[in-house]
């Protein structure tokens, strides 16, 4: 890795006055261009450009330092790509690598993680800086650069989450009230560089998308709120820290799931809707659970923006919860799908693991519990979940679930759906699974599970371990699918439209039907070829499963 070095002289406490300048290479850069890439072909890496910027400083020295979004190699200069990150989860990370890399940073410039900026770019603003702490802002406010003393990061960090990364006033005066120490902001000659969003070097899918979904305002209120807070109560370091993400369900399983995995997490408490309590409960979350009774944000835009949710939901949670918990929201505040990591991994770095280690990803870390039906492998038992997912485009198309089924009966298979009387058309029959505990009932009734993108895939697979298919359309498959292997497999085409992020239409071939979808006859095939491989089934016309078998 190449690391600049900037040597500063402080030629008083309060003022940065820049120095010198040399670079120093202490890792050849050949040996990133040597590094191979261990993720499936799903996961190719795309070089991404440095847009995460810190510097730190000791009394004699500095070292600046160039970071870049994770796309898989796990290198030194990478961060995990995370949506449910808000911007002041970065700026505890880049402290994280700072500290770690030159342990005798005395202060810290962070670049706001919102913006793509290099520690360059800083260098050249450093003299505007004239006191520590204190925020660097355009003209119009907007916080450029972050000067932090080490004890921000050292002196439980969990407390630096609400910063707003959008207003430098209200920043300020959070940081004045948790280093007991006047934050000055000063203003750059720099231009307005709102609104956001602003792409990262043309990668538009890294943007942060505040300003178009005015989800900066969720992140002023946080900010106001935890101001409110430690103003107003004097024990406020016992104050818990609490993740705002109460839906959707399978969204919930995947921030409990993440929760159990994760050693010192930033967050004590998890809000999460009345209607999916029994979520987090099931999959033994380490989060105290905070119940949020309003319904679920619906899926389809136009009922209510996050925002208008998140300003809803604290009025609903009342003044006792509000004033005595440090409410982060981490609702998506980039395109998921832009990662290619996992949604639990993504929880997981929230949380405040480092994801520094290819081990800790979904990808490469052993299921806590893998099950299989005990029932005889004739007839052979298969449940579909395929439709009834919120998103009309998520839902299988309606043709290709026919001639599914037609194929599967013809071999003699028992076919469970669930929630679709139309299929009992042709052969299927249709349960209801309208709770945790009635899903896993019907799961254990049958060989193999085949489902969306939804909460019953996650649920079947990452919490029972059951034999699963997943079946990937408009969404990526990276980002909420399983490890692979004998017991889990997934179905899709793989076009270069995916992901999408539509709704309900197409935006490539038109009309209300996902191409990405895999057809039924190479479906039907793959669930065959899993209970052949699982279960040692065959039927006329399929030869037993191999000695040594393909896994």
Same mark, same amino acid.
């Given at each position: 890795? %190449? ?65 870049? +979004? ?8 990478? =961060? ?10 970065? =700026? ?28 360059? %770019?800083?260098?050249?603003? $450093? ?23 080490? *004890? ?31 934050? *000055? ?45 430690? /103003? ?16 959707? $369900? ?30 987090? *409960? ?5 989060? !105290? ?13 136009? %009922? ?12 609903? @949670? ?44 979904? %990808? ?28 009309? @485009? ?44 009635? @899903? ?42 399983? $490890?692979?292997?004998?017991? +889990? ?14 709704? !309900?239409?197409?935006? $490539?071939?038109?009309?209300? /039907? ?38």
């Amino acid at each position: 890795m %190449q690391c600049e070095v900037a040597v500063l002289l402080l030629s008083r406490p309060d003022s940065i006055a820049l120095w010198s300048c040399r670079t120093i290479l202490d890792t050849p850069m050949e040996t990133r261009a040597s590094l191979r890439n261990d993720f499936p072909v799903k996961f190719r890496r795309k070089v991404r450009p440095s847009m995460l910027a810190a510097i730190g400083i000791d009394a004699t020295r500095s070292e600046i330092f160039n970071f870049r +979004y994770n796309a898989g190699a796990f290198s030194d200069d990478e =961060i995990l790509d995370s949506a449910t990150s808000p911007p002041s989860r970065y =700026i505890i990370e880049l402290g994280r690598r700072v500290l770690k890399a030159m342990p005798s940073a005395e202060m810290i410039l962070v670049g706001n993680p919102a913006l793509p900026l290099r520690a360059e %770019q800083i260098l050249e603003w $450093a003299s505007e800086i004239g006191a520590c702490p204190s925020i660097l802002g355009d003209a119009e406010g907007f916080p450029l650069v972050y000067c932090l003393p080490r *004890r921000l990061f050292e002196q439980n960090e969990r407390f630096l989450l609400p910063l707003s990364t959008v207003v430098a006033a209200i920043d300020a005066r959070l940081i004045s009230l948790l280093s007991g120490q006047e934050t *000055r902001c000063f203003a750059s000659g720099h231009p307005s560089v709102s609104p956001l969003p602003i792409p990262y070097g043309g990668d538009g899918g890294s943007q942060w998308i505040l300003s178009s979904h005015q989800r900066d305002l969720a992140l002023r209120l946080q900010c106001v709120n935890a101001i409110s807070i430690i /103003e107003m109560n004097d024990r406020w370091r016992d104050v818990p820290t609490v993740n705002f993400h109460p839906n959707h $369900a399978g969204d919930v399983l995947f921030w409990s799931l993440a929760s159990r995995d994760v050693e010192g997490m930033l967050y004590q408490r998890h809000i999460v809707c009345r209607d999916y309590m029994e979520i987090p *409960r099931v999959c033994d979350s380490r989060l !105290d659970l905070i119940s949020l009774s309003q319904a679920p944000l619906a899926r389809i835009e136009g %009922q209510a923006s996050e925002t208008t949710y998140f300003i809803q939901a604290l009025k609903t @949670l009342g003044e006792e919860i509000v004033q005595n918990n440090f409410i982060i929201f981490t609702r998506f505040l980039r395109n998921y799908g832009h990662s290619i990591f996992h949604l639990i991994d993504q929880a997981r770095f929230s949380l405040g693991d480092s994801m520094m280690e290819k081990k800790r990803t979904v %990808q490469h870390h052993p299921l806590a519990v893998e099950s299989r039906c005990a029932f005889p492998a004739k007839p052979l038992r298969i449940l579909f979940h395929l439709s009834g997912t919120g998103w009309a @485009l998520k839902s299988y198309p309606r043709h290709y679930c026919a001639t599914l089924c037609k194929i599967l009966v013809g071999f003699g298979c028992d076919l469970s759906v669930i929630g679709d009387p139309e299929l009992e058309t042709f052969g299927a029959s249709s349960v209801s699974c309208d709770d945790v505990e009635s @899903l896993k009932r019907a799961v254990a009734a049958h060989h193999i599970f085949v489902g969306l993108d939804s909460f019953p895939h996650h649920f079947v697979r990452h919490v029972m371990g059951w034999p699963t298919i997943g079946l990937f359309g408009n969404t990526k498959t990276c980002n909420s699918d399983a $490890a692979g292997g004998m017991t +889990y497999r997934t179905a899709a085409n793989y076009l270069p439209c995916n992901p999408c992020g539509s709704l !309900d239409r197409c935006l $490539a071939f038109d009309g209300g /039907e996902c191409q990405n979808y895999i057809e039924p006859e190479p479906l039907a095939a793959l669930i065959l070829d899993m209970a052949r491989d699982v279960y040692g089934f065959t039927v006329s016309g399929l030869s037993p499963k191999p000695e040594n078998g393909p896994w």
